[in-house]
Every structure is written in C-alpha cells, then in structure tokens.
C-alpha cells in the first residue's frame, strides 16, 4: 500500500458471521403527551403498529431448482392491550428495479400487543395463474414490497411500508466484480494531501434508564416507564465496549427527564436538567477512562405523532417543551414541541448536528406541511439519516435479530428535498444489548488522530458534519464511493464527464451480490433512480445539481450504504 490514506481499516477488530435473512421493520407511534387536543388520553410514546417481513436473500440449497422460499409477516399491535384489523399486502416484483409485480398475497388479521405471524409459501414462479404454472421466475434480483395498515379506529390510521432485495438464482453464483476498498485508495490521487482515515463502528441511537430504556434481557418486553430500569450510560458503554463496538451514542428522549412518558406535574426542573449533564458528565468520564472507545451522550427530540425522532449528538443543555404544575420548564431551553423549523434555526446557530431518525415517508418531520421539509437550517444541522435499524425492542444479543427496518425511501425523500445528508445504521436499543442485537453499524471514516492517541469526541463530529459515513448491515463491510476522486459526503462543481466508482471489502470474506448506483436532483422533490448496477459508472450530468450514491448488496443479502457526494454540473 501506499499513499496517504493506506492506514484506512478497522479501528477495533470484531468476528462473527451474519444471519442472512434479509427483514424490515418500521415503527409508527403516537405522542407522549398527557392527552389529546380533544381531551382524550393520547397512546403512550411507544404504543405503534410494528409489521415485519422476514425474506430469505437467497434460497435454501434443497430448493435450487425451484427457488421456492418462505416468507413471515409479523404483526404486533402494543396500543393498550386493545387489539386492531391490520390489513396487509405483499408484493413481489421484478426482475430488476423496474420489473413488473409479478406476485401479490394479502390478508387481514386481528393485532394486538401478543402480534400474529403469517406465512407466505413462494413457489419460485412468476406467475400464480394455473395456465402458468410451469413458468419459473428468471434469475435476477426481485423486490419485495410490504404495506401493512391499521384500521380507522387508531388514533391516526398507522401504515407501515417497506421493501427488500431477494435473489434468485439457479446456476453457479458468480461474485459481483468490485474493485478492492484498499487497493482502490491507491487511486485516490486528490485526496493524497490529506491525512489519514481511520473507520469508527458506531451505534448511534439507544437509550438507557435516563428514559425509557436499559432494561435486563429476561426482563425487558417493549419501552420501559421511564427512569425505572436498571442500567444507565455506564452499563451501555461498558456492554458496547465488551461486544465490539468503537463508539456508542446514548440517545435519551428529551421529553422523559421528568420521569414520565406524559408530562409529571411534580418534577423539578433542577434535577430533570441535572440528569442531563450527569449524562454528559459520565460519557466524558468513561471515554478519559477506555481509550479506544468513545462514549457520546444526546438526546432524542419530539414525538412521532404529528412529530418525528431525530438525535442530537453535541448539544450542552437539554431542550424541552413540557412544564411542570408551578408553570416551571422542565428544561434547560424550550423549544416547542413538533415545531422543526424552530429547532433548525437553533440548532444551526449553536453548531448543533442532528440524524432523522426511523424516518416516516409521510407525516414526520413537517415544515409548512411538508413531511421532510425543507429549510437551509435544517440542512446545515442535519447530517445523518437512518437508512435501516433493529428493532427497538429486541432481546437478542447474538447478532441474529430478524426484525429490522428500511427506511431507505424515507431517506432519499430528505435528499431529493435538498438535504445533505449521509445514511447510518443504527439499534434504537431500548434492552440491555446495545449493539449487540445485529452486525449491523455506522462507520465513520475519522481523520486519523496522531501515533497512540484515540479518536476523540471533536474528530468524530468533524467527520459527520463532513458526511464522511457509511451505512452498514455488517460489521466486516467497507465501503468508499468516489466521484472523479472525490470522497463520498463531498460538494464540488464539476466540468465534463464525472467518474463515478465504488470500492468494497468484507473482513469476513462476504462477496458483492448486486450493486447500483443511484441518481437524484437535489431540491427537486423528484424521484431516486439507479443509473448503473455495475461498480463504475463515467457520464456527463446535465447542468444544474445532482447527488449519487452505491447502494451494494452482499451474497447473504446484507446491504451496505454509501454517503451521496453533490455535484453542481456547470455548462
């Protein structure tokens, strides 16, 4: 190796294989406030319609010839122990990205917090008509779509959708032609003044007792009551250090330093915000005392009804809106509640950096009625954007959890709105496995600090507020996307043709299954589309802004992210 960035590798060195099964997961609630405009008590913060499907990227071997595969919806409804009619389609289409729906099953079932699972039995054939019968689906890459939505009698109709990659294929498997991660910084003759890159693993969503999570394994069955579960940062940090990960993010709701998932007319604001910089403190405290790891501590702003989730990683006070009996702010600054373009503002204006969180396509994150609407606030503070997630809830501290999310859609909605922002893969732990229910993480491409000293708070910030990320569904993945030698999470202008090329290695000898390159009009509201499924891609843009990244699927379906880089295309 050679060059400046030949150092880029692994900070800390993790083993382990990865399940296969390709999932989703999506997460809608509802406020946590005391009670609804119209008097009526409002769900608790956590009481959402939570659909998956557990799709297998690839057949089992016995099935070769058909390709047939078994697909489970899963079901949970936790909204008070009242059960509800979800209604739910699945549909398969393909080949490619533009295929046809070539497959579709539905049904309706009665949910409520115990859940329902369905099986769906795939035959392997395009066709369910009789007179088709002996026509098996070609080889390709196929989409599998879920919508799942709950009946009127919800407080607001609750709708999950989400979609996944499955492959079929018959013959021989072929790995994917990707050039190498190292062996392509070779080429990276721009960036050979800068200094050197060092990938962080992160986990930058989860919370503890400071809210409403850190709960025992056998003991945790969904959100706790706030500030009632035994295990705090410190736990978390130490778990996430003894599995692996190089940082951790504690990520608290704001609106629960009172010790309710309401608002607790009795709190005190001195120790709700005094729990806040214990939080802060003890993060400090742990990260002098581990080098080699970085323990980070924030809190996650607003509410999912009429609301959103997003994370704020560097803020000094704790923000809030709820008051207590005597008309005291439970907070060190208010900030009202669901009003995003206000919190933008603020948070520009205090260097403040933030990710959406399990965005919603629809409904979250309003500005002027615009889900994901657009400020130029916004976008300087924003930086990341969850592209997929385990389930919140789970238990599982083996790598293995089947329930996870995508909110690819959602993400490329915020960037085809203007914002620049790079995705991440994150565990919204609420149990006591922080990082530990998949393989799946943020990598963080961090300037490396000098011989012998850690990464530090300050370097891993800089490295976000430059969109320097990778989002990955295993631990083992690297990945780089460039465009003309620039490094993805970079804005440039750009004269003729523009070289677009992805690199990837996995540590654990995974291979490229499918690649593509995809292509969107910052501003323009429009659609995301892929341009290529090959690794390297030279066109000329037309004039005027664009934005692309490689999204790369791995041969146990495992799917890995780049950060966009932005083009201004001039004449």
């Known amino acids: 190796m050679v060059g400046q960035l030949r150092q880029v590798q692994p900070w800390r060195g993790v083993a382990r294989a990865l399940a296969c099964a390709c999932v989703g997961t999506l997460l809608i609630a509802w406020s946590n406030s005391a009670a609804a405009q119209d008097g009526s008590p409002e769900p608790r913060e956590h009481s959402e319609l939570d659909a998956t499907v557990v799709a297998p990227f690839r057949a089992a071997a016995a099935a070769r010839t058909t390709q047939a595969r078994t697909f489970i919806v899963r079901l949970s409804y936790p909204d008070e122990g009242r059960a509800h009619a979800v209604r739910w389609t699945l549909t398969l289409s393909g080949p490619g990205p533009q295929g046809a729906v070539l497959r579709r099953w539905s049904g309706t079932q009665q949910v409520a917090a115990g859940g329902r699972s369905v099986t769906v039995s795939w035959d392997g054939r395009a066709d369910a008509d009789a007179r088709e019968r002996r026509m098996l689906a070609p080889d390709g890459l196929y989409q599998l779509r879920l919508l ?95 599995h692996g990960l190089d940082a951790l993010l504690t990520s608290e709701h704001n609106h629960m330093y009172d010790g309710s998932d309401g608002t607790n007319a009795a709190a005190v604001p001195a120790e709700a915000k005094a729990l806040y910089q214990t939080g802060l403190a003890e993060a400090a405290a742990y990260t002098a005392a581990h080098p080699g790891f970085l323990a ?100 599982n501290d083996e790598e293995t959890e089947t329930r996870r999310s995508n909110y690819e859609a959602a993400c490329n909605r915020a960037l085809a709105a203007g914002y620049h922002v790079a995705f991440s893969s994150n565990q919204d732990n609420h149990c006591a496995n922080w990082g530990a229910s998949y393989g799946n993480r943020t990598a963080v491409l961090v300037a490396n600090p000098a011989a012998g000293m ?118």
């Open 454 to 571: 850690p990464v530090s708070r300050d370097s891993v910030l800089d490295a976000l507020r430059a969109r320097r990320v990778f989002a990955t569904m295993d631990k083992h993945a690297q990945l780089l996307f460039t465009a003309n030698d620039r490094l993805m999470g970079e804005r440039f202008d750009n004269h003729g043709p523009l070289h677009l090329a992805t690199h990837f290695s996995n540590s654990a000898g995974r291979q490229a299954a499918a690649i593509a390159i995809l292509h969107g009009v910052p501003g323009g509201n429009g659609s995301v589309t892929q341009v290529s499924d090959q690794a390297e891609l030279t066109l000329t843009p037309a004039p005027g802004p664009h934005f692309y990244y490689a999204r790369l699927t791995q041969d146990d379906g495992n799917i890995v992210w780049s950060a966009p880089v932005w083009v201004n295309q001039l004449p």
């Open 296 to 395: 980070l501590y924030g809190m996650e702003w607003g509410v999912i009804n009429k609301g959103g989730h997003l994370n704020i990683f560097n803020s000094e006070q704790l923000l809030g809106w709820e008051r207590n009996a005597s008309g005291e702010l439970l907070a060190d600054m208010e900030t009202p509640k669901s009003d995003y373009a206000a919190l933008y503002a603020l948070m520009r204006e205090r260097g403040w950096l933030g990710q959406f969180n399990h965005p919603a396509y629809a409904g979250q994150f309003l500005v002027n009625g615009q889900p994901l609407g657009y400020t130029q606030d916004g976008d300087t503070a924003m930086v990341l954007c969850e592209v997929m997630n385990t389930s919140a809830f789970s238990t």
């Open 148 to 242: 799942a939505v709950a009946d009127a009698s919800t407080p607001q109709e609750a709708q999950v959708e989400q979609q996944w990659q499955i492959q079929v294929r018959r013959g021989a498997s072929t790995a994917l032609r990707v050039p190498a991660f190292q062996a392509g910084l070779r080429h990276l003759s721009s960036l050979s003044d800068q200094v050197d890159y060092r990938i962080v693993y992160a986990n930058l969503h989860s919370q503890t007792r400071h809210s409403d999570g850190g709960a025992a394994l056998d003991a945790c069955h969904g959100a706790q009551e706030p500030q009632t579960a035994p295990f705090g940062p410190i736990d978390a940090y130490k778990y996430a250090q003894d």
